[in-house]
């Protein structure tokens, strides 16, 4: 399933972005991980615009 949503995903990140949105809202989620052997923090980040329309 996951290599056929694959396509999609990647057409609608590289899709051009509107040169303005009338509302913007960000967000992350902190994760603790294991990595190379040690607990770091990662981030994930959010980015959703709403557009004039």
Known sequence: M???LMPLNKGW???PL???YAVM???A???KVKQDG???NKAA???IG???E
Do not use: E, G, S
Request: proline content about 0%.
């Open 2 to 4: 996951t290599n056929k």
């Open 13 to 15: 990140q590289n899709r």
């Open 18 to 20: 509107q040169a303005v």
């Open 25 to 27: 809202f960000l967000d």
């Open 29 to 31: 989620i902190h994760f």
């Open 38 to 40: 040690q607990i770091v």
């Open 45 to 47: 980040y959010m980015a």
């Open 50 to 52: 709403i557009d004039l």
